[in-house]
């Protein structure tokens, strides 16, 4: 175990101008605060760790290493999480000499949280911290899914040793990568490269476009339910409501929309890790854009602290909670069977892996399209990444 007081300096509360609710409906009334005279200690004891990350460097968005305090600052002033979820605020961690050092030491915080089943939710900095995330997983030697709310899928398939690197180069250009799947939620058209989305389709791999994710919202609870790490770009909320970062975008979500996918990140049965990337304070408006990032953080706690955690009730098969449906669908050798959640209405597919049985979320409309003989892209996309 890593000693916590080595990578982060303190919360400095007092210089952060924060207004704080009163009393106990503040945001802070619940959350351990790592201050000088209130060190990181017994970190298992706590559900969330909230970890900034003032990191620019190897970017186009170099700005961004003010962001932590800004969202920090914003998040304080919010009400307090429902419930009893254990959250630490550990601060942020201290730079390193160069990028790669700042790389290396978040890989080491995610690597140490895990072990101590603390999910961290950082607070960045830029999206090239990303692979840090990888580097954990991997070092672990954990098959994980990777979800990304972002307008540009972070990936150039003609320079491979562009500076500063994409992180989806850093990470599928990586040998030791153990990358399973990954998910694209919001991407516009406009501002990718259709060479890109035709490769990463061809990968199996889910791609969203932001019109169809605004159409029918609920379908990318599913998506995210079997993610294991989240990562959110604020270039995905449009310009208007969210105009403090170095690319902006004129489409994109409403802040309600963000902060509705954010609260299925935190529904998450297997999220491991979470992080909000490029808010840039120097092109914020009357810090509109901390505030909506702080919302985002927020709600992604919110939903934490309300999650059910069924996908592994649900493997053990040993609760009366759950209902089978097997449907017929002609041209398949053998039925399409789902399964229902009574507590939480959840659905999921049951796919046979071998000797044992493999539960892909879903929703209700994939259920209703066997029920009209038709097969769920979902489910065929499942099966293609098993067979792989």
């Known amino acids: 175990m890593i000693d916590f007081s080595d990578y982060f300096n303190p919360v400095s509360i007092e210089d952060s101008g924060t207004q704080f ?18 060190p990181i200690k017994d970190i298992g004891r706590f559900k969330v760790a909230i970890i900034g990350v003032p990191e620019g460097r190897n970017s186009a968005n170099p700005a961004s290493i003010k962001a932590p305090d800004a969202i920090r600052k914003a998040l304080y002033s919010l009400a307090r999480i429902p419930g009893k979820l254990r959250i630490i605020d550990c601060g942020n961690m201290k730079q390193g000499v160069s990028f790669n050092d700042s790389i290396a030491g978040l890989a080491d915080v995610i690597t140490a949280l895990s072990s101590e089943n603390v999910v961290p939710v950082i607070l ?18 954990f098959k994980y899914d990777l979800a990304a709310v972002d307008p540009r899928i972070c990936y150039n398939h003609e320079k491979k040793d562009q500076q500063p690197s994409p992180y989806l180069n850093v990470v599928l250009h990586n040998g030791r990568s153990t990358l399973h799947h990954f998910t694209n ?23 969203i476009r932001v019109g169809d994710v605004r159409q029918s919202i609920s379908l990318m609870e599913p998506l995210m339910r079997d993610s ?7 270039a995905a909320v449009r310009q208007s409501d969210a105009p403090g970062t170095a690319l902006p975008s004129a489409n994109g979500f409403y802040g309600e929309e963000i902060c509705l996918l954010s609260r299925y990140a935190g529904l998450s049965d297997s999220i491991r890790t979470f992080g909000l990337f490029d808010v840039n304070p120097d092109f914020d408006i009357r810090e509109q854009t901390a505030g909506i990032a702080a919302q ?17 009730v649900l493997k053990k098969n040993s609760s009366g909670r759950f209902i089978w449906y097997h449907v017929r669908v002609t041209g398949l050798e053998d039925d399409l069977v789902f399964v229902r959640s009574s507590l ?45």
Not at 21 to 38: D, K, M, R, W, Y
Not at 297 to 308: A, M, P, V, Y
């Open 228 to 234: 294991h790490a989240i990562v959110f770009n604020i």
């Open 185 to 207: 939620i919001g991407y516009q058209t406009f501002l990718n490269d259709q060479q890109v989305i035709n490769r990463f389709m061809k990968r199996k791999y889910e791609m």
């Open 124 to 141: 960045g900095g830029s999206s090239s911290l990303i692979p840090s995330i990888d580097a954990a997983f991997s070092r672990e030697k």
């Open 344 to 388: 939480t209405e959840r659905w999921w597919m049951e796919l046979s892996a071998g000797t044992e049985n493999v539960y892909v979320a879903c929703s209700h409309e994939d259920y209703m399209k066997a029920n009209r003989n038709e097969v769920p892209e979902r489910w065929i996309k499942a099966v293609e990444r098993l067979k792989n």
């Open 296 to 312: 985002i953080i927020w709600f992604f706690l919110e939903g934490f602290s309300q999650k059910q955690f069924e996908t592994p």
């Open 21 to 38: 609710l009163c009393g106990q409906a503040s945001f802070p009334h619940n959350v351990h605060i790592h201050t000088e005279n209130n």
